[in-house]
């Protein structure tokens, strides 16, 4: 069990480390409010308990990136990798990332054996392309964190692979016709590195690889500013953090007009304060950035020190549904071919899942679902027993009012009279 309530080491911490890193970013000094704004998201990340299994690796890269370092976090990540044989190659990624550089533990992992069981990950989702239809086991976020991991750790990857899958025109970067930031986001993070280890010679490529290295770099990032909107995020709230993260390491293949770094941080700012980041994994991906950092700065900046700075903060209250315990009724529509609706009576406050379990209870046959727990929260994998498939990249699609949502089913949080979807959908 954690121990907590050193608050007042926290508050050392971040006065000592905020002021000079988070205010300073896109060269300009913030106000001290925006300093403060940060606490609940170090809040979220650092209480182990709402980081459970494999998104903790994700927590503590993010940790170490800013310079705090949490052992028993550390520990925990070491126990998920040994206990785990399922980790999907991202995952695995995630954890070389984030014990990558330090290898101070006192446990006994060997980390050069983590890093080749990820080139054979990395080649099962190129083998798995070859077989399906260009499609990877998984997805090109998590091929682009196995190039970036590998890169950064001088693991075995071909340029010329790299050079083949990643195309910016690959259907991978798009759900639909919708382009997706943090895919895109990340692929430029793992082709910078490719790109820099070119150069320095860490790794042989022709002129023509490089050529084309540079051009998917610059072409992604197009893409990705092409998703800014109008208030500064870039993609949605969720993505904008891993997108300041490719736009800081490619400022040399923008015109510094094309983005106006402040404008996106207040948004964020405005969006935490907000509580858009009660996720430790939405916290986790959005705190590098506030503080100048990528991922491509794994290795140069992680604090490896013999852990003195151990921190821990109170714990977040859970977020509690709305306090009163009123009923609403929303419209709940399964649609495949046919459509299947239902009106379904839930407790106000209640998120998507309960009212897809309510659903289930009234037409066991016709509402039945499965879903499995991801860093993310609650996926749906099935409804009606229909699975979905990424060899055939068909999903189960969240929408309300028909429009798609950026949030998952457990933490959507439906409204009375509303109309809620899914939809069995290719991406
Ligand atoms: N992470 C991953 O492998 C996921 C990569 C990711 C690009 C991810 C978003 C971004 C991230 N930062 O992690 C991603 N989603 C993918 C790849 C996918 C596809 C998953 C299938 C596959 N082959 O891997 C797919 C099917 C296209 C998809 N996401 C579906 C959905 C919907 C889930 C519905 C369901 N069945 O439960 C949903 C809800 C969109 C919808 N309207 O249906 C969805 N994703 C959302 C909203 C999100 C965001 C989550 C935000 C939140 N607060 O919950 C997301 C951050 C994320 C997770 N998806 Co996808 C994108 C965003 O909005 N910025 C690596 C691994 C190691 O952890």
Known sequence: MRQSHQLPLVGLLLFSLIPSQLCTICEVSLENYSCLTVLPLLNTMINSKYARGIQAANVLLSLRLVGIQD????????????ERLDLTSGQLALVVLSLGACQNSDETITYVHLVSQLEK??????KNMVTHNGNPLTNYYQLSLDVLALCLFNGKYSVTEVNKYFTPENKNFYFGSQFSVDTGAMAVLALTCVKRSIINGQIKASEMDLKHINNYIESLVKKILHEKKENGLIGNVFSTGEAMQALYVSANYYNQTEWDCQQTLRAVLKEISQGSFHMPIAAA?????LFGKTYLDVNNSFSCGSGSFNISIHKPSPVEPSSSSSWISVNYTVKINKTY?????????SVFLDVMKRAQQINETVFRFTYVETSWGPYITSVQGLEANSN???????LSEGKPLSQGVGSYVVHNGENLEVRWSTY
């Open 392 to 398: 055939d990249r068909t999903y189960w699609e969240l």
């Open 71 to 82: 052992q028993s976090l550390e520990r925990q990540v070491i126990q998920e990798v040994k």
């Open 285 to 289: 991906q959005i705190l590098p950035a």
């Open 121 to 126: 990950k990395f080649q099962e989702e190129i």
């Open 341 to 349: 609706s239902t009106n379904v009576t839930v407790k106000n406050g």
